[in-house]
């Protein structure tokens, strides 16, 4: 009888160290998704707010160094981050189940 006492013990121990241990994962792959997903939708933000900082950074310099070669690098650097943020986000979302 105490073997299966013990046993049982045990068993009811795991249950109830293990319960709120797996409920508290079931949280991630669901943070995971949603992150992913307001990456792919915030990504084209990066290319206004990056085009607007390299205007405003080479604001003053003359014509041709001024607002043209902000708008260019803006454009440039901008394209790149919302390329990365959106391939962020896809990742994300392909690997959400497997945390």
Do not use: Y
């Amino acid at each position: 009888m105490k073997p299966a006492l013990l046993g049982l013990s045990i068993i009811f121990c795991l249950c109830v160290i293990a319960a709120p241990v797996q409920a508290a994962n079931l949280a991630l792959p669901a943070k995971k998704l949603k992150e992913g997903v307001t990456d792919i939708i915030t990504a084209p933000v990066n290319l206004a707010t990056s085009t607007a900082e390299q205007i405003d950074r080479t604001e003053g310099d003359g014509i041709w160094h001024g607002p043209f070669l902000g708008l260019a690098a803006g454009i440039m650097e901008g394209t790149a981050s919302m390329i990365g943020q959106a391939f962020e986000g896809t990742i994300k979302i392909l690997t959400f189940p497997l945390n």
